[in-house]
């Protein structure tokens, strides 16, 4: 964390917020093969389940405020981001009730498979790719409706980063509907949306959102190492005035629609 905020600072951002995971879902991962993520496989017992260790809420501040002390002009927002918060209401609530994180996200990790949950890069080994990407679309109106844990939500197009290679190019266009519902139901809830850079740019999403009622959106690089940190951020923010959005009058606000 405290390499992150030294990056922050030699990079020129104003800002900074650190939105450490908070998962519930025990679910079934792909355990070999070329996607695999070997961290997790490591974590996972024989059977390929995988249980996130549980959220050091207190660690975690008390880290915050060490690089709070260190970097006096960097703002460092405390931040949680919930793996599906809709299948977890009373964690969820037990953890927000301690009041102490200024941004929160939700976002959705896996899917159900019968009486399991499963990750999605084992899901595309097992269904039609486009099944797979309209399964989860699918499940984010109920995280939406269902849950009013968050203020943002995370990579709404995190499907397509583990998108088969084999299954050639997806294309964006052919999953539009999907996404303009979701992002029509994301809106009407009053909520942000985040535009992600870990992978590629996807301004059709953000035109989407503009076109069916988004108000705002913010920023996320998905920096689990310093020096992702901010990746792309500028041809994000490009994009975002190019879709209406305009920078919000504070570092730490989302961008609101002009």
């Known amino acids: ?22 998962d519930y879902t025990t679910w079934t991962i792909l355990d070999s093969g070329p996607e695999a993520d070997d961290d997790l496989t490591a974590l996972a017992t024989p059977q390929g389940q995988f249980t996130p260790p549980e959220l050091d809420v207190d660690g ?25 918060p809709h299948w977890h209401g009373a964690a969820v609530a037990a953890l ?13 990790h896996c899917l159900s498979a019968g009486q399991q949950r499963v990750g999605i890069s084992k899901l595309y080994s097992e269904r039609p790719p486009a099944d797979v990407v309209r399964e989860y679309l699918a499940e984010i109106p109920s995280l939406i409706e269902a849950s009013d844990a968050f ?3 995370a990579h ?18 052919g999953f539009q509907e999907e996404f303009r519902h979701a992002l029509r139901v994301l809106a009407r809830s009053g909520r ?18 503009r076109e069916e009622g988004g108000m705002a959106v913010t ?3 998905d920096a689990h190492e ?10 994000a923010a490009a994009m975002a005035e190019s879709c209406g959005f305009r920078p919000s009058s504070s570092p730490c606000d989302p961008w609101p629609k002009r």
């Open 60 to 84: 975690y501040l008390e880290c915050l405020q060490r690089c709070r002390d260190r970097f006096p002009d960097l703002i460092i927002r405390s931040g949680v981001e919930l793996g599906e």
């Open 156 to 173: 709404i197009d995190y499907p397509l980063r583990d998108w088969p290679a084999e299954a050639g190019q997806y294309q964006l266009d």
């Open 226 to 235: 310093p020096d992702t940190l901010a990746r792309q951020f500028h041809d």
């Open 96 to 108: 927000l009730g301690t009041g102490r994180f200024d941004l929160v996200l939700g976002s959705l």
């Open 151 to 153: 203020s943002v939500l």
């Open 1 to 22: 964390m405290e390499r992150t905020c030294a990056r922050a600072v030699a990079i020129g951002l104003p800002a900074i917020a650190f939105t450490e995971h908070a």
């Open 219 to 221: 920023f996320g690089s």
């Open 192 to 209: 942000a949306l985040e535009i992600n850079t870990e992978g590629p740019l996807l301004p059709h999403i953000a035109r989407w959102w």
